[in-house]
């Protein structure tokens, strides 16, 4: 069985597409100890079996809210074996922070390209294979109120749970900054408590960000007072 | 001219400049678009919550937030 969470910012039809995934069947809780709901239903493509996890919807995946602080928990720490990225076709730019933040988790993205039809009344041509390109990872085109591309999304699931690939792309902040990345991800790579857990280049990105929940989890870490001096 | 996005009258269209904020409140309102160079308008204006078109999205902000928001609205009217 693979394991899919599903993630987008507000309003891009998260939900029907989890519907159109699972049938409408979800089994519905909250995440542990918090009031925010939690949806997991069962999807079967060409006999495999799949476990989809709704994710809250969020605009970024800073850890400032409980919805995003539970999205980016979930994709770090249970490690899902695909992340599939609802995107709004017709707010292109806006969405792609998220897609962005999610490579940089190193999670294994698939991303769905949701009110296809709504950006093509706008006047707007998105050319899918060129954005897989840039971004490494498969884009799927789809609509979900009429359930197009649903088919095409279950077999990039699919493919994508069985090549684990991990996307290529990097940004790049800039001298100064790539020059600390490199030395707190040096300085990382020492505890493997750290390593182990969590992508080195990100957790070295959030803490020159003074994340606060990064830096409470390198704060216990024995390689911390040196970490403090790269970002002090 | 430059003033405060909380300035800017109903229907007023700028272009944002500057924002003058805290960490956290800066990183917020990139995320949410309000990133140097990008257009605006005013949807409704204040006192109180100012409602603002961003990157296609209608975004309300404090009054206090849109103080920290410096625009440029060309040619004063």
């Given at each position: 069985m693979i394991r899919v969470a599903l993630i987008g910012n507000p309003n891009v039809g998260k939900s029907l597409i989890f519907n159109n995934l699972t049938g409408g069947r979800a089994h519905v809780g909250n995440w542990p100890g918090k009031t925010v709901e939690k949806k997991v239903g069962k999807c079967v493509h060409k006999g495999v079996e799949m476990e989809i996890i709704d994710l809250p919807g969020v605009?970024?995946?800073?850890?400032?809210s409980v919805d995003e602080l539970i999205a980016r928990d979930f994709i770090v720490?249970?490690?899902?074996d695909v992340v599939v990225d609802i995107a709004d076709a017709s707010n292109l730019e806006r969405n792609l922070y998220l897609t962005v933040q999610l490579i940089e988790l190193e999670a294994n993205v698939v991303v769905a390209l949701n009110k296809s039809d709504l950006a093509m009344d706008m006047g707007y041509e998105i050319d899918a294979d060129e954005l897989s390109r840039l971004l490494g990872v498969p884009v799927v085109p789809t609509v979900a109120t009429t359930k197009q591309g649903m088919e095409e999304l279950k077999d990039a699931i699919v493919k994508a749970a069985r090549e684990r690939k991990k996307s290529p792309l990097k940004i790049d902040y800039g001298r100064r900054a790539e020059a600390l990345i490199e030395r707190l991800e040096e300085l990382i790579r020492k505890d493997p408590m750290l390593s182990q857990r969590y992508p080195t280049r990100w957790l070295a990105v959030r803490l020159l960000e003074g994340d606060e929940d990064v830096l409470r989890k390198v704060?216990?870490?024995?390689?911390w007072p040196e970490v403090a001096e790269v970002i002090r | 001219m430059k003033m405060p996005l909380a300035m800017l009258p109903e229907g007023g269209e700028a272009v944002i400049t500057s924002v003058v904020a805290g960490r956290g409140l800066a990183r917020r309102l990139y995320e949410m678009g309000?990133?140097?160079?990008e257009r605006v308008k005013v949807l409704r204006a204040g006192p109180g919550p100012v409602l603002v078109l961003v990157k296609g999205s209608r975004v309300a902000l404090g009054w206090g937030v849109a103080m920290k928001i410096i625009v440029d609205g060309g040619e004063a009217p």
């Open positions: 605009y970024s995946l800073t850890a400032r720490e249970e490690k899902p704060r216990g870490s024995a390689v | 309000f990133v140097r160079g």
